[in-house]
Structure formats: C-alpha cells, structure tokens
C-alpha cells in the first residue's frame, strides 16, 4: 500500500473512531430546553482543575447568583482596537512604512455563540483573533475578557489561558516532531498547572476525538492530516476552555475530511457549552459553522450579523462581492 492509501485508509479508520467515540462520551440534550449546555470547565478527562481555578469559579458563580437579575458581560468585547506594525525600508534612504492592520474594530461574542470570521489575506481576521487571545498587545482600544481586561504585556494570563483553546491552521507544522502526541497535548494541562492523572485525560480526549489508544505514545508523522487536526482539536479542549478559536482550522484538508472535522466541532461545542470562534476563507461551510458572521477588509469590520441573512441579502458592497465569488456548481446529471 502507497503512502497516499494509507493516508486515506487511517483517515476513514479515523472516521469510523469518532462515530463510536461521539456515542460513548456524548452527554443527553436536557429535555425540553433544547439549549446548549452552559460551560463549567468540567469534562470527562480534566479531573480536578488547580486550586486557584476553582476558587476563581466559584467566586464567579457567587456573583452570578448574587446578581441573577443584572446581565453577565459579553465573554469576549473589544472596543475600538487598533494595531499597527512597522515595516522595515526596502531601499537604501526609504523610510520605514504603517501598516494598519487593525482599524478600530469592536465587537462582542456573547457565551454560547459560534461565530465565523470571513475575509480576504490581509484583512486583519488573524490579528483580530490574536487581541482576542491576549497574544499581542493592540495598538489602541481595550480588549476584555468575561468583563476583565486584557493585558497581554502583564505576563500574568494564565486565568485566560486556561479558559481559551486554539487551532492552528496547518496541522503539519503545529506539532513538535520530536514530542510524542501525548506530549503534545499534555501541554495545557501542564502550562495551567491542572492536577490529575495527565496520561489519563490525554487518552480520554484522544478517544473523544476519534484516536485509538496507542495514538497518545506515536510521534506526529504516524498520523494523516485529517488525523493531526483531530489531535490539534483535543489539544485545544484537553484542558476544559470556554472559548475554543479556530485559525483556518479545515482549510488544508480536503473536502471528506474537512466535513468530519467540521461535525466534530459542532458536537464538542453542543457538548460542553463552547464559545466558537472561526476564520475562513470558504463561505461554503459557513452556514453548517456558525449563526453569526462578521466580515472583515482592509482592518475593518464592515459587516456583522446572523448568517443565513448575511449571506442571502449582504448589505456592504465588499461583503456582496464575497457571496457573488462563491463556487456554485449546476446540477448534474449522470449519464451511463
């Protein structure tokens, strides 16, 4: 068998896993309500998280009782956030350019939500999430998590750490290749000091997400692309996050994979209670990703709101230039 085969053929194996591990690990919809969970940071693999954790939990739900009648802060609020970058001359006298990578953007992501981020290269959707995160310091505005703000030069954000999770876009070049999977994604639990049985958890998240058992002690060239995201998936989840942010996370994967790993971020976020937070550049699996999308150019946001009203009566040109590009294929007749 070819490498391409045995790529293909451990990517149906892995398709097969996440169907019996979606069964085993998915908690009953709460009859009558049909909402979605509320976040607790509790999962099936994260054991009992630090002490410093669960204090700040609890103080928030105290307050939360305290004030049930006076409305939460948004999970995420950014408020006229502006970065800017300096480019180096490229000639010999040139003075050095401004990049504006953020212009006054600001919006909210209440709890709950799933929200894609749409635009083209260079429209400033990776520097928007990276403010989100706490990854760089904005050049302007403020940046707010839970209605605390923050500040990504303090040093001290391992409390939003702890409640956010990433995806990286490229699922080959976002694992040391020296550190076995289990290694890799132990990394939160370590960097947030969460107690418990490590080796445990990474298994539970790993069979969450459709790996076989064995996965935890293999290096990341044992597995295919599709295989690697899944991992990257419960990296990001292995520590219990409210807020899980997908960088382009099934852009380099092809078309069957991509819709497996799409249904597997909608039954994690219908499972625990995750905010959803996801660039593209595909409008194409928009609608099956989020209720609410925010297009982004040249900086700015110039357009938000529900998706489906998005996308069938855009309002700002540039977003009716997006939905027109869309790939639309006839119907097709087979023949034979």
């Given amino acids: 068998m070819n490498p391409h085969d045995a790529g293909a053929q451990r ?4 398709g097969a896993g996440a169907g019996a591990g979606a069964g085993a690990q998915r908690s009953e919809p709460q009859p009558g309500t049909g909402q979605t969970p509320r976040w607790t940071g509790a999962t099936p693999w994260t054991g009992e998280i630090n002490a410093a954790a669960v204090a700040e939990r609890a103080a928030r739900a105290a307050h939360d009782a305290a004030h049930a009648d006076s409305p939460r802060p948004p999970l995420v609020e950014l408020e006229n956030v502006s970065k800017e970058f300096r480019t180096p001359p490229r000639k010999l006298f040139e003075r050095s350019q401004t990049v504006h990578a953020l212009d006054r953007a600001s919006l909210t992501v209440e709890r709950g939500e799933s929200i894609a ?11 928007l999430i990276r403010q989100m995160l706490g990854l760089s310091t904005p050049s302007s505005g403020t940046v707010r998590f839970d209605g605390r703000e923050v500040h990504a030069k303090s040093g001290d954000l391992g409390w939003l750490r702890r409640r956010t999770g990433l995806v990286f876009q490229d699922p080959y070049s976002s694992f040391n290749p020296r550190r076995t999977i289990g290694q890799s994604v132990a990394e939160p639990l370590e960097g947030g000091q969460i107690a418990g049985d490590h080796r445990a958890m990474v298994r ?10 064995d996965a935890a002690s293999r290096y ?4 295919s692309g599709g295989q690697r995201q899944r991992i990257a998936v419960a990296r990001a989840i292995v520590h219990g996050p409210e807020l899980l942010v997908g960088d382009e996370p099934v852009s380099a994967l092809d078309v069957l994979v991509r819709a497996r790993v799409l249904s597997l971020l ?3 976020r219908d499972e625990f209670g995750l905010t959803l937070v996801t660039i593209t550049h595909d409008l194409g699996i928009v609608p099956q990703l989020a209720e609410r999308t925010i297009v982004m150019q040249g900086g700015q946001i110039v357009e938000d709101g529900p998706t489906q009203e998005l996308l069938t009566e855009p309002s700002h040109p540039y977003t009716q230039q997006l939905v027109a590009s869309r790939l639309t294929l006839p119907p097709t007749t087979w023949r034979g």
């Fill in 11 to 14: 990517e149906q194996d892995a």
């Fill in 220 to 223: 990341p060239d044992a597995f």
């Fill in 117 to 127: 981020i749409v635009g083209e290269s260079g429209s400033g959707k990776t520097t």
């Fill in 266 to 268: 909608s039954e994690l």
């Fill in 204 to 213: 539970a998240v790993l069979e969450r997400v459709g790996l076989p058992p």
